[in-house]
């Protein structure tokens, strides 16, 4: 690889083609506009990098977050200085609760003016420290393409995470040295991708040993990639065990087969909940405690082994003590794991295995996902059904907000492939669903995106349809509109004496008018009879639609193990509410 | 695990680049861990490895959760407690200025002998004692010179590296 010259603005789109990046998604401004000019010169050319122009940088973040979600590729997003990088900030966080490959190039005012208090300038890299997985502040040209390589190459590798590159507005001009990123290797970062081999086999002898079993899959698998999909598949029905998932976790084992008893956690199934709380072996594969998932930690799971696989040794005894961790990468791990036990033929324990099962039947029978049907309003629950009854022969990619609506999306909403539930976790960002929904259509023209909002989150990010507008997205807005902040309502019911506290929203838009603001389509459905002709009509809509779903609006999310609860202590209902929560549990979130 | 606060030796390996001390202590700081001593210096000069310890208060629990955190920033190579009671050697130096004069004066100078402190300065009305040892001694040596004219204290923090052939 010759050596060649050239100025920081087109060292920044030669590792964009170095690291085949073929779309960012940004917003222009003073300190970055040496690279946007290279955009411009580069339009010409035979592949030109796709910019998609945002309508805020928060959405930016939030695309490149769908758009790395939806495909497994790095997203990439480019700011301008000062409020560019703040307005990145929350997208940046989300990615960082959530494990997702970012890296966001940002402007900077000329290294002569850092300090000044100039005209849009921030500490970015000080801003930026506690929600990226690393940060660079450019300060010479010669720097600049091995920081780059290093920023592709720590957003992606070991567990995956959001990367700053700020780069000052004369280095951005300057010309120097740009080396290629097959000479480049970050000097210590060294993620371990294989576990300890003997610590495998002792996983293994208690997987043959174990009674009551249950594997519980998270986000890791997704990030492993589709190879950790297939095995985690294959490793799951050798053993024939449960199998529960996180939020982040859903897809990766098929969502409609019989060894998956649901989504795990505060709003997770009865029987997920339960097997959790009875098992004598957890296996947790890809997922991290998180405390949506362990109730009352004390609590969890008391007489079970505990298996863990994890790429990050921070996640390991962080807040549960397990017996073999397992540190690496979910698909190494998993190869190995499945070719020991063949090779040792190990053997499960049948019998207890059967009964085990059968408690598990015994508690599926409660069909804690059940609810009442009205004629004349539309159950939430039955909206999410429906949509995905009239939907589930496509390949379809479902994003969310935050709220209410998430959590039914989660419950109703099946997936049989990873990637195709992008959805925030670990941030809880309302906002979320609009933005990502476009990132994850542009990283799949063809394939049908809908975004499952509330319609107080869809508001904070409205502004995003302009961009679907513009860049012909063709993006469905699913809106579960019970004129509530639900989620902040439901609470407020159970934990407040139904003191509902700045959760109502007085002036709402016209969604219908609004959608035909923006030059989409606005469909409106009230009465359950209407609702799969609206469905329908919005499906085979070729733009943008947002569909303005009227439910009912006191309906609360179920099951629900409320704060500060064991796994043993879910409300079922309405009917079990009276249950008084603690002082302890009401300091939770 | 034990519940009992007590400070914790921490001893972290890292680059040596820009930032990565913010990253360091902007880490601690943030998930409201307190620190009491602090030191930096680079340790190998060709491989720009910085050692960075930590004295910080805590139960057992609480240091070893900041230590996983420690280790998922991407310049940091390594993060030990390297705590004195288990099986480090911690060290620390101090500057003690004594403004006094008379039998305290001559009491000062008497005591620094058992301490094998070092006068580095003096006038004929002060002493500048040069001090090493562990964090305790230093403080009993402080705690001595209180009622014999101590003016000021000047401490580099803790140094700690692990006894025997074992390696961080």
Redesign the interface.
Known sequence: MVNIQMTGAQMVLKAFEDHQVDTIFGYPGGAVLPIYDELAKERDTNQPIRHYLVRHEQGASHSAEGYARSSGKVGVMLVTSGPGVTNSVTGLTDAMMDSIPIVCISGQVPTHLIGTDAFQECDA??IT??CT??NW?V?DINDLSRILHEAFY?ASSG?PGPVLVDIPKDIQFQTGTYIGPETVK????RPKLKANIDQIDDALKLIADAEKPIFYTGGGVINSGNAAVQLLREFVRLTGFPITSTLQGLGAYPGDDSQFIGMLGMHGTYEANMAMNECDLMINIGARFDDRITGKIDEFSPNSKKIHIDI???????IVKVDVPLIGDVAHVLEDSIKLWKSKVYKINKTPLKEWWKTIDKWKEKDSLKFDRDKNTIKPQYAIQRLYDLTKDKDVFVTTEVGQHQMWAAQYYKFSKPNRWITSGGLGTMGFGLPAAIGAQVAHPDKLVIDIAGEASILMCIQEMSTAIQHKLPVKIFIINNQYMGMVRQWQELLHDKRYSHSYTDALPDFVKLAEAYGAKGIRVQKPNELDKGINEMIEYDGPVIFDCVVEQNENVYPMIPSGKAHNEMLLGDETKKEEISDEGKVLV | MSEIVSKHTVSVLV?NE??VL??VI??IS?RGYNIDSLTVAEVDAEKHISRITIVAPGTEQTV??MI??L?????V?RAANVTFEKQGIEREMALVKIVSTGEKRVESMRLSDVFRARVIDTTHDSFVFELNGSPRKIDAFIDLMKPLGLSEVSRTGVVAIARGTEKM
Do not use: T
């Open positions: 890299v000080g420290r506690p997985k690393h502040l300060k720590v567990r970050h000097k210590s970062y990050d040794p921070s996640s390991i005894n962080k | 680059d820009p930032g913010a990253r902007g880490l943030g070893n959760k996983s955190q280790q998922r920033i991407v310049p190579k």
